[in-house]
């Protein structure tokens, strides 16, 4: 009794320290960022500002730079603002926490962009969840989200709505490549069953992150970071492959 006991108590304290770590907001104080913006060209001790401030890497910060400036003081204040989370079963024993009355500032997509999410959690383990980007002007995505349900295509918004994500890109390859990566999955990806076992037992089912994985093995670019069978959204965040482009409620240092 007294082991069942310490279990159960076990696993309320890593129940409750998961619900904590939901989103991580930055420990920054919030400034005026609009004389850095209006700046011809930007520093490396600017960017590093602007990036505290709105969890944008360099990457993101170039292409809002040429594209809509602005936007980059509407994602400061999301990346700083506080939330309201809830917390509601996913599936069987899995839970997801997602943002109650705002949504998270994804921006600055590009086609082959990855989009990762740890707040997906099962028994106190945080298996996340992930995407490939497959129309980044439409924020048209490909994704498998859980058994049950074939491989599909779905909006943006849907990881908008997470209340932790992340963007990552491969990193030193063309954008023509990446788009070719995005469109072989969108054409041969899609409608796939879900099963946790893909890639192991069976090679014509997939998962989250099997689905992203095989997508870029496909033109030769394992982004399992641990080099197993078995492939996890955290694998792929880890893979040295990818370079990052966006936080939102998780730490810059993120991978």
Not at 14 to 19: A, C, D, G, L, Y
Not at 35 to 64: P, V
Not at 95 to 118: C, K, M, V, W, Y
């Amino acid at each position: 009794m007294r082991i069942l006991t310490s279990l159960i108590i076990v696993f309320l304290v890593i129940f409750i320290s998961n619900e904590h770590n939901a989103h991580i907001k930055p420990d920054v104080i919030p400034v005026n960022i609009t004389n850095i913006l209006e700046k011809e060209n930007w520093s490396l001790d600017d960017y590093n500002l602007l990036t505290t401030q709105t969890g944008l890497t360099q990457i993101s910060l170039d292409i809002l730079k040429q594209d809509d400036i602005n936007e980059i003081l509407d994602v400061q204040k999301a990346y700083l603002s506080p939330v309201n989370i809830v917390c509601k079963p996913h599936m069987l024993l899995s839970r997801t926490e997602r943002l109650t009355d705002t949504l998270s500032p994804i921006t600055a997509l590009e086609n082959g962009d990855i989009l990762i999410t740890s707040s997906s959690h099962v028994l106190g383990f945080r298996n996340g969840h992930c995407a490939i980007v497959i129309d980044a002007e439409k924020e048209i995505i490909l994704e498998a989200a859980f058994i049950g349900r074939n491989s599909e295509f779905s909006t943006v918004d849907r990881f908008r709505k997470y209340s932790s994500v992340a963007v990552f890109r491969l990193k030193d390859v063309s954008s023509e490549i990446r788009s070719q990566i995005a469109e072989f999955a969108a054409q041969s990806l899609v409608n796939k069953p879900y099963s946790l076992f893909a890639g192991i037992f069976d090679d014509n089912s997939t998962h989250c992150s099997y689905l992203i994985w095989s997508a870029f093995n496909e033109f030769g670019y394992d982004l399992n970071s641990n080099g197993g069978k078995i492939v996890t959204p955290s694998d792929i965040a880890k893979s040295p492959l990818l370079e990052l482009k966006q936080v939102y409620g998780l730490p810059l240092t993120f991978k």
